[in-house]
């Protein structure tokens, strides 16, 4: 199994940035796809939530009207991310479990930097 993140990197804010987590190794449309992110000292919080079987979709309230979650038929996962905030400047993961969204999930991606600045 693999997930692996990419798009992080530096944005001013208020600019946007696409995260991608590209899947391999699953059955993609039996899992249920996480984005979270981490800032050095701090728990991680998750962010976005995109269950694959029914195409529900659930964000954290500090990103919703900013943040979107989606998927494609190539397995890939994306996290648009508009009018970023200095605050959402975190290492970026993705994770995927079989049945829904939290703090455990089965596998976990190694993660991609997002600093926005002021």
């Known amino acids: 199994v693999q997930l692996v993140e990419s798009g992080g990197g530096l944005v001013q804010a208020g600019g946007s940035l696409r995260l991608s987590c590209a899947t391999s190794?699953?059955?993609?449309?039996?899992?249920?796809i996480g984005w979270y992110r981490q800032v050095p000292g701090k728990e991680r919080e998750g962010v976005a939530c995109?269950?694959?079987?029914?195409?529900?979709i659930d964000y954290a309230d500090s990103v919703k009207g900013r943040f979107t979650i989606s998927s494609d038929n190539a397995k890939t996962v994306y996290l648009q991310m508009n009018n970023l905030k200095p605050e959402d400047t975190a290492v970026y993961y993705c994770?995927?479990?079989?049945?829904?969204?939290?703090?455990?999930?089965?596998?976990w991606g190694k993660g991609t930097l997002v600093t926005v600045s002021s």
């Open positions: 995109i269950i694959n079987s029914d195409g529900s």
């Open positions: 190794g699953f059955i993609f449309d039996g899992y249920a």
């Open positions: 994770a995927a479990d079989t049945d829904t969204c939290g703090d455990y999930m089965d596998y």
